[in-house]
T-cell receptor
Framework: GQQVMQIPQYQHVQEGEDFTTYCNSS?????IQWYKQRPGGHPVFLIQ?????EVKKQKRLTFQFGEAKKNSSLHITATQTTDVGTYFC????????????FGKGTLLTVNP | DSGVTQTPKHLITATGQRVTLRCSPR?????VYWYQQSLDQGLQFLIQ???????AKGNILERFSAQQFPDLHSELNLSSLELGDSALYFC????????????FGSGTQLSVL
């Protein structure tokens, strides 16, 4: 089935540093969504990207969808301790084998 | 609060047993999804129901089954439990069959001893 690779698996930063996680696919994605899961919590929807080259911002978070729609990134500027958690990308594989597949996530820890 | 309710929050049982996990979707959502989360496997898609009908199937074992009832709540049945079935089971809901904005419940932590 369609595979989405998410890197890095773990990232530890000092508070104030930037952070980026990437989702890469070998095939074209129809869209991609990003979720955040705080420790001990449940995934919470952040955003959906649909268009080639799309860029969306939410305060210190910047989401990008690649021109070929095969990769996406989430960038956090000047991390804060509240950014701690696991960030997942999720995509719809579409077609008759429709299902929603999450990447394995990037666990972000922030040192205050 | 996502509006998705899952019960029970915790479940401890023994190998070989059968358990039922319950999920009530957000008001107005017709689609329900079940996911299994373990440390080494991340979020694994199990199955999706839309308006009472099975819509998509993922990596769901034959020992597991699910259904969505007329009132749209869903149950995930896990039987002949094994130690490896210990995981956090999430239910999520969305408005339509292909609306990818999922709202997750708080999960059921299953421990098989």
């Amino acid at each position: 089935g369609q595979q989405v690779m998410q890197i890095p698996q773990y990232q530890h930063v000092q508070e104030g540093e930037d952070f980026t996680t990437y989702c890469n696919s070998s095939t074209t994605l129809s869209n991609i969504q990003w979720y955040k899961q705080r420790p001990g919590g449940h995934p919470v929807f952040l955003i959906q990207l649909v268009k080639s080259g799309e860029v969306k911002k939410q305060k210190r978070l910047t989401f990008q969808f690649g021109e070929a729609k095969k990769n996406s990134s989430l960038h956090i500027t000047a991390t804060q301790t509240t950014d701690v958690g696991t960030y997942f990308c999720n995509h719809n594989s579409g077609g008759s084998n429709y299902k929603l597949t999450f990447g394995k996530g990037t666990l972000l820890t922030v040192n205050p | 609060d996502s509006g998705v309710t899952q019960t029970p929050k915790h479940l401890i049982t023994a190998t070989g047993q059968r358990v039922t996990l319950r999920c009530s979707p957000r008001s107005g959502d017709l689609s329900v999804y079940w996911y299994q989360q373990s440390l080494d496997q991340g979020l694994q898609f199990l199955i999706q129901y839309y308006n009472g009908e099975e819509r998509a199937k993922g990596n769901i074992l034959e020992r597991f089954s699910a259904q969505q009832f007329p009132d749209l709540h869903s149950e995930l049945n896990l039987s002949s439990l094994e130690l490896g079935d210990s995981a956090l089971y999430f239910c999520a809901s969305s408005v339509s069959a292909t609306n990818e904005k999922l709202f997750f419940g708080s999960g059921t932590q299953l421990s098989v001893l």
